[in-house]
């Protein structure tokens, strides 16, 4: 990729990657390095991106990839408690500060189907293949996860899923 | 609002603060076309018997003495494919040469690590809930009863402290303090981030201004002996190096290394064990440093300040 492309490129997608890094490794630290790793391979890559949404696929499926290799090494499993992860992000409302901490307090499984599916507009056969997992093991994912986030925040949330 | 709109405009307000500057990466692709032209490694055995012609006076085996056992663990997603036969990379402690307690509790513990909750199973459960162990172990990759049982027995072992706390962010000037060392950075040699732990171990990230064309940057680790520190490195081929040994204009005798891609200078002090990762190496990419320059840029640090 030219240089002045991959800028333009990398400064658009940093957050849709650090957010995917982040769910999946449940903590800063790690989803920056991550995010370096990603458009590392980003800045190397001979791929021939037709549109910006096959970047966001490739980017999504490289950092999906990085982190499950990522996790096989020890030093790279790090634990970081929920009010630390919380402090690193400013949110304007209260509500949404104890949704974070609801969602990053499920299993990572959970919290990456989670913010492919409701932030990032994946379909239910594109999880699957990016996670290489079955569809129905996604669906059963969502739905594990919505019940888990309804009892956690019943308070703040009474609406419909 | 929608459970998923709220989703959206809680996570919208997740960024990353870390900046893409281009030069990170072009430093980065040319530091892996240097370790393209590694040849296979040796293995280890093969490796000491080679070693006659670069042992060091001071420490007989060099940076090969600071490996860690479970070296050939790490992860090669960093090191590109290529048609010859990729070497191992290896990782060092940054405690000790392998005769220190220190040393011997970090292998101890990466090994540990290295075998322990291999899927992530029990790390996916925990998630990022709380432990009821991170008040006292969160300086350490702890997050079961059975991890922070192993820490204590390896620091029971051998005889060493555990981390409780740390100062983030200090300014050089603070550093000096906290450390208790008097200034030791000297003229061309400036801290841009630091931290240290309540024992005086410190970590600095700094840039050294060589001469007027070349400014490099380095990350140091001041290890106080006594604590239990896991920090490690990733060297790459040791067989990458050429090492010796040099006094400095303090007076102290360090070793000192280059590589293609990275240089280190490592001092073994009476109280602490100092590891610079002197982020230029050999290759005329990768800042053309030679071992002149290494020497000048050992003399910048006043390691008796340290000792």
């Known amino acids: 990729m030219k240089q002045a492309q991959f800028i333009g490129v990398a400064n658009k997608y940093k957050d849709t990657v650090f957010r995917v890094a982040l769910n999946y490794l449940g903590n800063t630290y790690d989803a920056e390095d991550m995010m370096q790793e990603v458009f590392m391979k980003l800045f190397n890559s001979k791929n021939e991106f037709m549109s910006d949404e096959h970047i966001r696929h490739w980017l999504i499926r490289v950092t999906i990839n990085l982190c499950k290799n990522s996790l096989r090494a020890p030093w790279k499993r790090r634990h970081v408690p929920i009010d630390e992860l919380k402090a690193s992000f400013v949110f304007e409302h209260e509500e949404q500060s104890a949704i974070f901490s609801a969602v990053m307090e499920l299993k990572e499984k959970y919290r990456t189907v989670l913010y492919l599916f409701y932030y990032e507009d994946l379909t239910v056969k594109e999880i699957s293949s990016m996670l290489n997992i079955k569809e129905s093991a996604v669906t059963t994912r969502l739905s594990r996860a919505r019940e888990q986030l309804k009892h956690k925040l019943k308070e703040v949330w009474q609406d419909e899923f | ?307």
Request: hydrophobic content about 40%; aromatic content about 10%.
């Open chain 2, 1 to 307: 609002m929608s459970f998923k709109e709220k989703y959206k405009s809680v996570f919208s307000q997740v960024r990353s603060l870390k900046a893409i500057e281009m030069e990170d990466f072009i430093m980065k692709q040319s530091i892996r076309k240097s370790g393209r032209k590694i040849v296979a490694l040796a293995a280890a055995v093969c490796l000491l018997a080679a070693l006659s012609v670069s042992a060091l006076a001071m420490n007989l085996f060099g940076l090969r003495d600071m490996i860690l056992p479970s070296g050939g663990i790490i992860d090669n997603e960093n090191t590109n494919s290529n048609t010859e036969t990729p070497a191992s990379p290896k990782i060092i402690s940054l405690q000790g040469y392998s005769d220190s307690k220190e040393y011997q509790a970090v292998a101890e513990w990466m090994a540990f690590l290295d075998s322990y909750d291999k899927d992530g199973e029990l790390l996916a459960k925990v998630g990022n809930g709380p432990t009821g162990l991170d008040e006292k172990y969160s300086l350490y990759l702890v997050y079961t009863q059975e991890m922070a049982d192993k820490l204590e027995e390896i620091v029971e072992k051998y005889g060493l402290k555990l981390h409780r706390a740390i100062e983030l962010d200090l300014s050089e000037e603070d550093l000096y303090k906290r450390a208790g060392t008097g200034k030791f950075l000297g003229e061309n040699n400036s801290s841009f981030s630091a931290y240290i732990y309540e024992d005086g171990t410190f970590h600095i990230d700094g840039e050294v201004v060589l001469d007027e064309n070349r400014t490099i940057a380095y990350q140091m680790m001041n290890c106080v002996k006594g604590s239990f520190t896991d920090v490690i490195l990733n060297i790459g081929n040791p067989e990458d190096y050429n090492e010796w040994t040099y006094t400095t204009s303090s007076g102290v005798t360090v070793s000192l290394s280059i590589s293609p891609s990275k240089s280190l200078i490592i001092a073994d002090l009476n109280n602490s064990f100092v590891t610079i990762n002197v982020l230029a190496g050999s290759d005329p990419m990768n800042g053309a440093i030679t071992t002149l320059d290494l020497e000048a840029f050992a003399d910048t640090f006043d390691f008796s300040a340290l000792n």
